[in-house]
T-cell receptor, first 110, second 112 residues
Framework: EAQVTQNPRYLITVTGKKLTVTCSQN?????MSWYRQDPGLGLRQIYY???????DKGDVPEGYKVSRKEKRNFPLILESPSPNQTSLYFC?????????FGQGTRLTVV | GQQVMQIPQYQHVQEGEDFTTYCNSS?????IQWYKQRPGGHPVFLIQ?????EVKKQKRLTFQFGEAKKNSSLHITATQTTDVGTYFC????????????FGKGTSLLVTP
């Protein structure tokens, strides 16, 4: 089954404690991206990757890092999380056109 | 930069009424996509429109792409409770053809 898998689905952490949200897709898509979703603000792109070892900033990259060492994986790294990064995060992949989204990760930073 | 504006932000209808959400871009779009997100779920692709003036139908849903390729609409005829959710339009970003610029979405509530 074609899918994008994110882990964890829910995470509560403390300010400053590094965390990684994993994302994996089994569709051999070249393009992957991360979004955050906040009430009233819709989906905002954090980072995207056109292919292995090719990543670039989206609209709201501050406080986040990504890596793309393999085609299937695109982890999102928060080196020092802060409360304003409390949000719902989605990973997505696409080949051309239609984007497939993961189930989402609800992150709370206290 | 390019912006995709979507209205209304919220819409509450009685089951059986029609619903329309509108999407406007500040620049001409090569294509526009529509997604639906159920409460507690993730966005799911509905359709992509590419041609100027294009109209596509999926059962009770009608999608239109404007002649100037700067606006689009989604119309639902005779809403059902299963239509509840947030509908997003998305256009290609100006900095990458693969990156998507999402509108803020229209949240639809349907009461029986």
């Amino acid at each position: 089954e074609a899918q994008v898998t994110q882990n964890p689905r829910y995470l509560i952490t403390v300010t400053g404690k590094k965390l990684t949200v994993t994302c994996s897709q089994n569709m051999n898509h070249e393009y992957m991206s991360w979004y955050r979703q906040d009430p009233g603000l819709g989906l905002r792109q954090i980072y995207y990757s056109m292919n292995v070892e090719v990543t670039d900033k989206g609209d709201v990259p501050e406080g986040y890092k990504v890596s793309r060492k393999e085609k299937r994986n695109f982890p999102l790294i928060l080196e020092s999380p802060s409360p304003n990064q409390t949000s719902l995060y989605f990973c997505a992949s696409s080949l051309a056109g239609e984007a497939f989204f993961g189930q989402g990760t609800r992150l709370t930073v206290v | 930069g390019q912006q995709v504006m979507q209205i209304p932000q919220y819409q509450h209808v009685q089951e059986g009424e029609d619903f329309t959400t509108y999407c406007n871009s500040s620049t001409t779009l090569s294509n526009i996509q529509w997604y639906k997100q159920r409460p507690g779920g993730h966005p799911v692709f509905l359709i992509q429109l590419v041609k100027s003036g294009e109209v596509k139908k999926q059962k009770r849903l009608t999608f239109q792409f404007g002649e100037a390729k700067k606006n689009s609409s989604l119309h639902i005829t005779a809403t059902q409770t299963t239509d509840v959710g947030t509908y997003f339009c998305a256009g290609p970003s100006s900095y990458s053809g693969y990156a998507l610029n999402f509108g803020k979405g229209t949240s639809l509530l349907v009461t029986p």
